[in-house]
């Protein structure tokens, strides 16, 4: 690394999180700088500090709403990384800190409306001197790059797809679900007919085949930041869209549910997401689940259920649950997933059971080359329990992150203003980022 930043500490703000330990732990793959560990929950991040050589990671309790703690914490940093979320909260404190201290800046920031502030603030950071890189996680971040790398050897661009699956997460946070709420629902801001357009979330669908064992996967479109600044490089694109799933495909649907009711403010974002929580992290007995489905669980272990009765259920349940189900059924009444499918998840959530995450990133692109319409699809080729990259959507935003930030420390210092991927990470410089923190070469993006 250059001599520039290699005496300056990088600065982890939300180090406590799942995606921000995973970045800590493969950018020291890469680099010797010291880390400053910074949360509210110094306990876990006293835990990840534990894993380094005594002196290189260092631990301090953070209120990033604090200004002065915050301000006296970044002094002199050499990078700080903002890990915490949602950011449509955390991000502004912090960009606004490293400005006035001229301190460079990254995050792996999914929300729409807080990207858009960053980028407001490319005349504050110019003045300043100071780069701020946003969106640099796995989508964006990584399909950034997927995309620029799709899309380098087309003549013209018509139309690029941003798609992601997720899978069953082992672990998730409550910030990952507050975001899930904001995007499962409501208006979200696209690129269609060679404009800025306001679709439905979660109405829209493509298919893309999302992994190699997999058939075509549907997927729903979803308000996210690369529909918003990818047509700051592609103007003439007819569409720039991003579309999701989660998996099992029942999920989609408890996500419409439960994400309609917090719009309709039939549902308060705090139970929602703590429903999703508890449905995810905690015993099927603290989820609320068994006293829900008890009454089917013979019928379900049979599969034998009919849709009448699950409508029975839906009827006869309240709270977040009653959304839930709701989100299923409409998801059979669309031919979204059968009956089968939808069953098989609620006795999986009753027993427990998780199913292998198999969660990726694939990006789509469609124009001309050589007077011949073409389609280049980029996809990462390997994913599941033995991937070191796409593991799980905690490893391949944290893993993405760590390039980015090898990256930034290596010429960051050499820019100022604020930067989104496609603006500064040049396809081949971050795979080869990707694979100086961990990253096998065979794990690498794909073209299928």
């Not at 703690?69 to 903002?82: E, R």
């Not at 449509?88 to 502030?117: G, M, W």
């Not at 703590?274 to 689940?289: E, I, Q, V």
Request: with cysteine.
């Amino acid at each position: 690394m250059s001599n520039y930043n290699k005496s300056k500490p990088v600065v982890f703000i939300g180090a406590a999180g799942e995606m921000c330990r995973v970045a800590v732990e493969r950018f020291a793959k890469a680099s010797d700088a010291q880390l400053v560990l910074a949360d509210l929950n110094t306990v876990v991040i006293e835990s990840l500090a534990a894993k380094f050589p005594t002196g290189r990671a260092t631990v301090q309790k953070l209120d990033l709403f604090n200004e002065p703690a915050l301000a006296n914490l970044i002094d002199g940093a050499g990078l700080v990384v903002l890990g915490a979320g949602p950011y449509s909260r955390t991000a502004h404190p912090v960009v606004n800190a490293c400005i006035k201290a001229r301190v460079p800046y990254l995050d792996f920031d999914d929300d729409v409306e807080s990207t858009q502030a960053a980028l407001a603030l490319t005349a504050e950071a110019k003045k300043a001197g100071v780069p701020l890189y946003v969106g640099c996680g796995a989508s964006p971040g990584l399909s950034n790059v997927m995309a620029m790398d799709a899309t380098r050897d087309l003549d013209s661009v018509d139309s690029i797809d941003i798609c992601w699956l997720v899978g069953d997460e082992p672990t998730v946070g409550k910030a990952v679900l507050q975001h899930l709420m904001h995007i499962a629902a409501g208006p979200c801001l696209t690129w269609v007919n060679s404009k800025p357009t306001v679709n439905e979330s979660w109405v829209g669908t493509t298919y893309a085949p999302m992994y190699t064992e997999d058939g075509e996967r549907l997927l729903h479109e979803t308000a996210h930041p690369e529909p918003v600044t990818l047509p700051r490089l592609f103007p003439n694109a007819t569409r720039i869209q991003c579309f999701g799933s989660l998996d099992p495909k029942p999920l989609n649907g408890i996500a419409r549910g439960l994400g309609s009711a917090v719009r309709a403010k039939s549902l308060s974002m705090d139970d929602a997401v703590d429903f999703l929580y508890n449905l995810a992290s905690k015993p099927p007995s603290g989820g609320g689940l068994v006293e829900g489905f008890g009454a089917l669980k013979e019928q379900l272990r049979g599969g034998d259920i009919t849709l009448n009765e699950l409508y029975q259920l839906v009827s006869s349940s309240i709270g977040p649950l009653r959304y839930a189900l709701w989100g299923m059924l409409e998801q059979i009444w669309n031919g979204e997933c059968t009956v089968t499918e939808v069953a098989t998840y609620i006795l999986n959530a009753v027993t427990g059971t998780k199913i292998e995450n198999r969660g990726n990133i694939l990006v789509r692109a469609v124009g001309m080359r050589g007077g011949v319409s073409t389609v280049i699809t980029k996809r990462n080729p390997k994913n599941g329990k033995d991937s070191y990259l796409c593991q799980s959507m905690g490893t391949v935003t944290g893993t993405s992150t760590a390039a980015f930030m090898v990256m930034a420390l290596e010429d960051g210092h050499q820019r100022s203003g604020v930067f989104c991927p496609e603006d500064w990470a040049e396809p081949e410089t971050f795979y080869k980022a990707l694979e100086r923190v961990g990253v096998p070469k065979d794990e690498i993006v794909e073209t299928i």
